[in-house]
């Protein structure tokens, strides 16, 4: 798909739909017959373009769930694998890591620190090489490499041991969620994006539940070779990411609808226009803000957990009904997303259940019983990414032209790695194991987040409205004048119409 056809896309397809199956979509833009023209101008500069070409609903549908089996199916097999490598330090913890290495809480925070420095580093060189050389080649590659610095981890004996596999661990993962995030939109229209993210980053979900069972049988591995439990979970889901590379190598390679194997260079035009965007922030910083709860909350679950009493092996297995209470929230609100075509008022209510939750944990007496902190965890967790997929389809589906769109979902990523930062620094060994002070700061920063939502709605409408006043009673000759004397590119021309 030529970035002229993707941009064509997404400012004027809800036209053509209508015209030929009777849909609608927020995409239209200009009145019928201009817009006809314009869509035939552009789209045929594409040679895989019919603008004659019809079809029926149901067609639709049947080729949409063609790219769910044969691209999204396999996409989340391989985010399945990197959450085991990227969370299982966390399950890790609760089997004496930091006694063996002779480390203490605030080491495992500086390290977390160390992974997400790297990690958001080469995110942005990372997806620019992969619009190079294309996925099929650098997923492969990143996949295995992680792997390896994952099972590398067996031979952890200190700090400094600790501090190198975790910043090799956020190198190579760098870059794969967005470089797949901007992938699956060559696949599916921006109504779909939602609900596609959504079963992206569920495999997020499973693949903590998954490593909740797994961590338990592993970890009770402790001594046999002489290795510790955690030695073991490194050691053995680090070479299942490698192994797994084979599979989905020959898949990609079989084939070439599973992966985009052009050679583009992002301009750096587009990289610019990405970087100063005032529209394209308020949903970074969205992003900042409402992830900053995931990485104490998620990450030191367990630890919590053991930290009330309960059992530290057994405590890997009792946050699982969060993770799976996380997948279907987020189901529901990126489904509801996607059907009634809404960003901004699904974030914002979902983000204030989610606020909720963090409350009460910090509300809850100092006496209460630990099933009942467990239960108020066990809730607070199925909210901390249930409106993740929605930002990540509002940003892909208001950023054009797809240089610039793969630039804002890199640092989209980046900006929700780079809160784990402040986040993991929020829960201090002196504050465990209630971390009441810090769960207010949290509370706060989704306070920030609802605000930011309800913003970005306002401020998007007002644009669409601005622009709509100004080409009101444009011509389809005031319109060819605009088009050959504009500098205007993607969303920033007058004709782009902005979702929220």
Known sequence: MSEKQELSDSKHKGDLEKAASGSSSAASTLSADPADEKLRVLGEQNPHYDHELTWTAEEEKQLVRIFDFKVLSWIGVMFFFLQLDRGNMSNALTDNLMA?????????????????????????????????????????????????????????????????????????????????????TTYYKREEMALRLSVFWSTLSIANSCAGVLAYGILHMRGL?????????????????????????????????????????????????????????????????????????????????????????KA???????????????????????????????????????AICVLALALLPLDASKYSLYICLIFTMGAQTCWHPVNAAWIAGNTAPVGKRTIALAMYIISVNITAIAGSNVFRAK??????????????????????????????????????????????????????????????????????
Not at 270 to 289: E, H, K, M, Q
Not at 299 to 304: G, K, V
Request: proline content about 5%.
């Open 100 to 184: 063996d290495l002779n480390i203490d809480l605030n080491t495992i925070t500086l390290g977390t620190t160390v992974f997400i420095l790297f990690f958001c580093f080469f995110e942005i060189p990372s997806n620019m090489i992969i619009r190079r050389v294309g996925p099929h080649r650098w997923i492969p590659f990143l996949m295995v490499f992680w792997g390896l610095a994952t099972a590398a981890q067996v031979f952890l004996k200190d700090k400094v041991s600790y501090f190198i596999c975790r910043a090799l661990v956020g190198l190579f993962e760098a870059g794969y969620i967005p470089g797949i995030a901007i992938y699956l």
């Open 225 to 313: 070779a002489g290795l510790a439990g955690w030695k073991w979970l490194f050691l053995i889901e680090g070479l299942a990411t490698s192994v797994e590379l084979i599979a989905i190598t020959r898949l990609i390679r079989d084939d070439p609808s599973k992966a985009d194997p052009s050679k583009r260079v992002v301009p750096k035009a587009d990289i610019w226009r990405a970087v100063t965007s005032p529209r394209i922030w308020p949903n970074i910083l969205i992003g900042f803000f409402g992830l900053l709860p995931s990485t104490p909350i998620g990450s030191f679950a367990p630890l919590i957990l053991k930290m009330l009493g309960f059992d530290g092996l």
């Open 316 to 354: 890997n297995l009792m946050i699982i009904p969060g993770y799976l209470l996380s997948l279907t929230i987020m189901s529901t609100v990126s489904y509801s997303s996607d059907r009634l075509n809404e960003r901004a008022y699904h974030g914002a209510f979902a983000t204030l259940y989610y």
């Open 431 to 500: 504050h465990a194991p209630r971390f009441i002070t810090g769960m207010w700061i949290l509370f706060g920063s989704l306070l920030i987040t609802i605000s930011l939502f309800i913003f970005q709605r306002f401020h998007l409408r007002y644009i669409n409205d601005k622009r709509a006043k100004i080409t009101r009673d444009w011509t389809a000759q005031d319109w060819k004048q605009y088009d050959e004397t504009t500098t205007d590119v993607g969303d920033d021309r007058l004709d782009f119409v902005y979702n929220y």
